[in-house]
């Protein structure tokens, strides 16, 4: 362990604020939007159906754009990428808030196109942001500061998700109203785009860097076309899990269980805390059990973790079961970004990037897409019992590949 904090002492300014970019982002994303933007939208009078489908729709952008990110990073520079995709991230989401301006006609259409803005920038932001790491850090530094990074993204979702669920109480002890109307909702999202915008200083301040032409690598395949294809699968079986819950838990507590708006935001807060102190062991878990091995019980632990919420409708076992697919979630997070980049030659490391937010992006999107028509033809406790099946999919997948590699 105190190896562990000589090393985090040893980062260097790059990966200080690669830090600070994510927990920026995470903050917003994970923190106010994860907690409020569905509940927006819910009072906005748009049901699971309508929200599936947009938070779907633009992780199909997500994944569309993602090779195309990738040759942009490549093209112009990592740290240019990083910063045109936080512009576009505080465009999107800023956007997306004026849409009661407009006539309700029209909401729908302003809605999706300002979200795929959106995660155009996310794009840019995810595919970029891995192999800039890779290039700021050493190679004895890696996990720790993957792991660092995972870590970051809990602690900063964790105070999002808190100051989320205080804020629309905040906003009408301020201007009055409910919290049956979208006003008090809209108010506090704007904390969002504002955020994204500080993340913009950030990349803008981050030193340049050029990919790496280092020699190491735990592969010297030069066509990895089936490594490719593999670990696509991979997420994609597995963030189609996740999705089920990160797209609409925060529903599932508010529509179906009652949960009150400051609950719900402590529920996801300590969900997104608790992983922090997980994820600290997240070096020691891959220097003795490898990638492999640690991205096969994660994606196990968040299958089984899934089972309360699948079985139990109340809201103290379907905040464990959050609890322990999150954690699980933290250390599979740092485990796949450093295993795909380990696996390529350096000159792929963009492209491999890719690939995984391809598989991310269509893992929530087909989740996201078709959740809504779960929940309404079989309920909530269906759709985590999907989400559990296809976690333990991808399990199987990773047993495979360890058993082989």
């Known amino acids: 362990m105190l190896n562990d904090w000589r090393i985090l002492r040893t980062f260097n300014r ?5 830090l600070l970019a994510w927990a920026l982002m995470a903050f917003s994303y994970f923190g106010i939007q994860g907690v409020l933007l569905n509940l927006y939208l819910l009072r906005l009078g748009f049901g ?57 006609s029209v909401w729908a259409i302003w809605l999706f196109g300002c ?12 595919v970029n942001s891995i192999p800039y790491l890779m290039n700021v850090s050493a190679a004895a530094e890696r996990n720790h500061a993957f792991s660092a990074q995972g870590a970051v993204i809990g602690l900063m979702a964790f105070v999002g998700s808190l100051v989320a669920g205080l804020l629309p109480g905040l906003v009408i002890a301020w201007r009055g109203g409910s919290l049956d109307e979208p006003a008090p909702y809209r108010y506090a999202l704007w904390l969002a785009p504002l955020v994204y915008a500080l993340g913009v200083l950030v990349w803008a301040g981050a030193p340049h860097v050029k990919l790496a032409g280092e020699a190491e690598t735990l592969s010297p395949s030069t066509k990895p076309l089936r490594l490719f294809v ?17 797209a609409f838990f925060n529903v599932y ?26 994820v600290l062991i997240t070096p020691q878990l891959l220097g003795r059990w490898g990638t492999s091995l640690t991205l096969f019980v994660t994606t196990a632990g968040a299958g089984l973790a ?43 490391r963009t492209t491999t990037s890719a690939i995984g937010t391809i598989g ?12 809504g028509y779960l929940i309404v033809h079989v309920g909530f406790g269906g759709l985590f019992f999907v989400g559990a099946v296809l976690a333990f999919a991808s399990a199987i997948l990773w047993a495979t590949f360890a058993r082989r590699a």
């Open 360 to 371: 991310l992006a269509l893992g929530w999107a087909s989740m996201a897409a078709v959740g």
């Open 48 to 104: 699971p159906e309508f929200i599936g489908l947009l938070i779907a729709s633009g992780q199909i952008i997500w994944a569309v754009m993602a090779l195309p990110a990738g040759a942009i990073g490549a093209r112009m520079g990592l740290r240019a990428a990083l910063i045109t995709g936080s512009v576009l991230l505080t465009l999107g989401m800023g956007m997306l808030l004026m849409v009661e301006a407009f006539p309700r």
């Open 230 to 246: 593999f670990f696509g699968l991979v997420v994609f079986l597995l963030t189609a899990s996740e999705g089920a819950v990160r």
């Open 306 to 348: 899934m089972l309360p919420l699948a079985t139990l409708a109340h809201w103290v076992p379907a905040s464990l079961g959050f609890l322990g697919v999150m954690s699980m979630l933290a250390v599979n997070g740092p485990a796949r970004n450093i295993f795909s980049q380990e696996i390529v030659l350096p000159r792929w």
């Open 115 to 126: 979200w795929m803005l959106l995660w155009v920038g996310a794009a840019l932001n995810t």
């Open 253 to 278: 507590l508010d529509q179906a269980l009652h949960v009150p708006t400051a609950q719900i935001g402590t529920i996801l807060g300590v969900g997104q805390l608790l992983p922090v102190f997980i």
């Open 14 to 18: 790059g990966i200080w604020l690669f």
